[in-house]
Structure formats: structure tokens, C-alpha cells
């Protein structure tokens, strides 16, 4: 049977190859950091790491290599059970508790990943009775989990609010006994911010909770780093909080949701992928107390990183490519083509920058970009040598 199988899984292949849709993985050597060193599938060496979600560059911060150290020789490697067998430590529960005081919510409860948290929303809290508003550039957690709900599902283009208070007219109209408004706080592939003020004014309105994705912003967007309900002065208004401790906050894995008490203790009851997954490693709980403890007592980091943004942005502008707009750590560098973007992160490879061409389906046909993602951890010097990799690699390209 899978000879059969196989012709139709390689023509597949062959096909995604030629329409330059194929996504190499490559190989570092190195711990994650601003510089990393590839050992397959492009220029060996040492290149700057421009394609990172580390954007406090925390993943190889030695204060929380130590914490995490310090934490396999306390609680051990792994809890090889779930929750609520015996798979609880006190870390995991001090780490719920100091995310929740963090994120400015009632409680939270951890999960394997931010997709695992996503995916185990939506099912537990709706029913064939209610209806979910979703942003259509969702991440693809959030449409996944979605689908795992019975619920109604409607959908809003892109931070349009005329478009979200048509939908929530529709849930009204359809008799829905719940409302939940769902949407990324940063959209991961254009760094725009939503606009939750007035997401949760709709959501007054018509009486619908609101929830925030917000994996591309809890550790350094905001005054003190709480995301964009904390940018946006709604804190107290968003009822859920999904994000990850594998991005700004260390970089490693396991997600959350951080939300009101009610929702957290059911979650807890009824949620199926952390009724069913291991916990989360205790070394990755440990260390992500000692990333809160950084981000509450200095803004260096976050301060540092938006002037690293700012100065790529202002240099890539001048220089006249093509940059949406905004003032995120996501810079997306539109190129169009497929195959060009390929071809253009190939060459600044090549001149030791590493970044990454991204094209359908992560992104619609035609849209085609780099994502340059800056850190904390470069400096103003890394910065101007990745515009300057740019803009000769452009002219090879036209050359």
C-alpha cells in the first residue's frame, strides 16, 4: 500500500520544491544567541542570528543557564506523569502564581506549549450554543483549536473593527450564549499590534469576552514588559491571556493561559491537552522565575532592543526597501516572490547573515518576505552589518 502512498507523497514534494516552497532546515551548533555558528545546510562559520524569537536575548543569559542549573539538581529532569496525578511541584505552581501577578490576571495554569494552551481554550469553555470571533491572521494555534470546539466560528479580516462589530452582530442574531473575541496581540508575520482598546470597548458592547494571543509580546512590549493589554491601558479588561515562556522569556518551551479564576479551574477540569501531557520540565519553571525576576528589576533589556529596532527600521527605510510598518521587533522585509525571498536569504547567508524567506502558505501568494526578527543581544554594529549584507545582497540579486 505506502508504494503507492510514496509516488503520491514525492510528487507532492516535488512540487512544493518547484514552485520554491521548500523549507531546508538548518543546523546551529552552537547555544541559541545573537551569533550562531551553522554547521548544515548553509554557509559554515559563524553568522549573525536574525531570525530568532529571542528578542531579550535571554535563551543563553548566564543568570538563567545558573537557575536552571541549580533546578536540575533540586527537582530532577522530568515529572514523567500529568498535573494532576503527580506531576505538580511547588515550582510549577509558584511560577502559575508569578505569571498571574505578572500579566496583571486572577491565576494561570501552564501547558507543554503556547499551541497546547491555544488548543485546549476553545473546546473546554464553548459549545454548539456559542460563537468565536477570530481575527483572520490568526496564528495557527488559535484557528486550530478552534476548529476543536463546536462552536459557531466567525471571522474578522485583519484589526478591522467594522468587520469584528458586523460578526458580533451575527452572533447576536444567531442567539449565541456565549461571545469570545480571539486575537494575536502581535500578528508574528507582520508585527502589527491589535487594537485591543477598541477590541474591548466592542467587546463591552455586546457583551463578549475577549482574548489575546500575545507570544510575540509579553516580556518587552509595554511599560513594564506585560504585553499589549499593558501598551493598550486594558489590562483589567482582558479576560484571557495565552502565551509562551519560548520566545521573549527564555526561549526554551511550555506555554500558559492566564486568565480569571473561573476559567483557569475549569481549564484545570476539562482541558484535554494538559489533562494529557506531561508537565512541564521543572528546570524550564525554574528558569522562567529567574526571567521574570530580570525583566521586574531592570529595563535595560527592553530598552536595548528597541533601539536595535529602530535603528534597522531607519536604516532599511532609507535605504528604500520595503518594510511594514510599525515599531515591533518583527520587521518584515517584503520581497514578493517566492523564489526570491529563497534566494535572498541564501545570499545573506552567504555574507553571514542568517535569516529566513518565508512564503505560502505561511503567508498569502505573492507575499512573500524575510521576517528580520533584532534582539536585545546585537549590537548597534550587527544591526548595520545586516542592513549593509541587505542591500549588496539585493544588488546581486539584480545584478
Known amino acids: ?7 503520491d507523497l514525492r510528487a507532492t514534494l516535488d512540487e512544493i520544491r518547484a514552485a520554491g516552497l521548500h523549507k531546508p532546515e538548518r543546523v546551529i551548533g552552537t547555544p541559541q544567541s545573537a551569533t550562531v555558528e551553522v554547521t548544515q545546510g548553509g554557509r559554515p562559520g559563524e ?16 543568570e ?4 536552571a ?28 502564581a508569578r505569571l498571574s501577578a505578572f500579566l496583571g490576571q486572577e491565576d494561570t495554569i501552564l501547558y507543554s506549549s503556547c499551541f497546547d494552551a491555544n488548543g485546549g481554550v476553545f473546546e473546554t469553555l464553548l459549545g454548539p450554543e456559542d460563537a468565536v470571533i477570530s481575527d483572520a491572521l490568526n496564528h495557527a494555534s488559535i484557528i486550530d483549536g478552534i476548529r476543536l470546539s463546536k462552536a459557531r466560528r466567525l471571522r474578522y479580516a485583519n484589526r478591522d473593527l467594522a468587520d469584528l462589530e458586523t460578526q458580533l452582530k451575527e452572533a447576536n442574531a444567531g442567539g449565541a450564549r456565549r461571545k469570545l473575541i480571539v486575537t494575536d496581540g502581535v500578528f508574528s508575520m507582520d508585527g502589527y499590534v491589535a487594537p485591543l482598546a ?10 463578549a469576552m475577549v482574548m489575546v494571543d500575545d507570544s510575540h509580546a509579553v516580556g518587552f512590549v509595554g511599560a513594564g514588559g506585560r504585553g499589549t493589554p499593558e501598551l493598550h491601558g486594558v489590562m483589567d479588561r482582558v479576560d484571557i491571556i495565552t502565551g509562551t515562556l519560548g520566545k521573549a522569556l527564555g526561549g526554551a518551551s511550555g506555554g ?11 481549564l484545570r477540569q476539562r482541558s484535554r491537552p494538559y489533562l494529557f501531557s506531561n508537565t512541564l520540565a521543572p528546570v524550564i519553571a525554574a528558569a522562567s522565575l529567574k526571567v521574570l525576576d530580570l525583566l521586574e528589576s531592570a529595563d535595560d533589556l527592553r530598552v536595548r532592543l528597541a533601539e536595535n529596532t529602530a535603528l534597522f527600521r531607519s536604516r532599511m527605510t532609507e535605504a528604500g526597501f520595503d518594510i511594514l510598518p510599525g515599531d515591533h521587533a518583527i520587521a518584515p522585509v517584503m520581497i514578493g516572490d517566492a523564489s ?10 552567504e555574507r553571514g547573515v542568517y535569516v529566513i524567506g518565508f512564503s505560502y502558505p505561511v503567508v498569502p501568494q505573492g507575499k512573500a518576505r524575510i521576517r528580520v526578527q533584532l534582539s536585545a ?14 542591500i549588496a545582497a539585493r544588488a546581486e540579486l539584480a545584478g
Open 1 to 7: 500500500m505506502f508504494d503507492t502512498v510514496r509516488d
Open 47 to 62: 553568522v549573525l542570528n536574525f531570525c530568532a524569537n529571542n528578542y531579550l536575548g535571554l535563551a543563553d543569559h548566564p
Open 64 to 67: 538563567v543557564i545558573a537557575a
Open 69 to 96: 542549573h541549580e533546578a536540575l539538581d533540586r527537582w530532577g529532569y522530568g515529572m514523567a506523569s500529568v498535573r494532576f496525578i503527580c506531576g505538580t511541584q511547588e515550582v510549577h505552581k509558584e511560577l502559575e
Open 198 to 207: 477598541e477590541i474591548c470597548d466592542l467587546a463591552d458592547r455586546y457583551d
Open 256 to 266: 500558559y493561559v492566564s486568565a480569571r479564576a473561573e476559567i483557569v479551574a475549569l
Open 340 to 349: 526570491e525571498a529563497g534566494r535572498m536569504a541564501e545570499l545573506l547567508l
Open 377 to 390: 543581544a546585537h549590537s548597534a554594529e550587527d544591526v548595520n552589518r545586516a542592513v549593509d549584507a541587505f
